[in-house]
């Protein structure tokens, strides 16, 4: 399984990566792993600003749909519009093509209490 060690991650399996004032945010190998093959990705949250653990979109794979949970306090300033017809990048490359939103972050003091990828690896039990 693959966990980045310069990312962070939630005990709900996104991914997140820090760059100055945005936050990059995927869902991560273990839950696309989970998940089986994701034929749709919705975000409707464009341009909205949400609070920590809102849901911001769904993924749905070919058995279930999931909730995809905000890691940070933000606006959400951009959507992968590639996952809307290639959904599937999300199995084939979960931490690069496959990324979900962009946010800008509203309350940095929220970092502190994302994963790093040794805690997350507790939390799936790898």
Do not use: C, R
């Not at 990566?17 to 975000?43: H, M, P, S």
């Not at 920590?52 to 979109?57: A, D, H, S, W, Y």
């Not at 951009?78 to 509203?106: A, C, H, Q, R, T």
């Amino acid at each position: 399984m693959n966990l980045p060690s310069e990312l962070k991650y939630t005990k709900d399996h996104e991914w997140v990566k820090i760059e100055g004032d945005v936050a990059t945010v995927g869902i991560t190998d273990f839950a696309q792993g989970e998940l089986g093959d994701i034929v749709y990705v919705e975000v409707e949250t464009l341009d909205e600003t949400l609070d920590k653990e809102e849901v911001f979109g769904t993924v749905e794979a070919v058995k279930t749909v999931s909730d995809l949970f905000m890691p940070l306090s933000g606006e959400v300033v951009e959507f992968n519009d590639s996952l809307e017809s290639e959904p599937e990048k999300v199995n084939s490359d979960p931490y690069g093509e496959g990324w979900m939103i962009k946010i800008k972050i509203s309350n940095p003091e929220e970092l502190e209490e994302l994963l790093d990828d040794q805690a997350y690896k507790e939390v799936i039990g790898a």
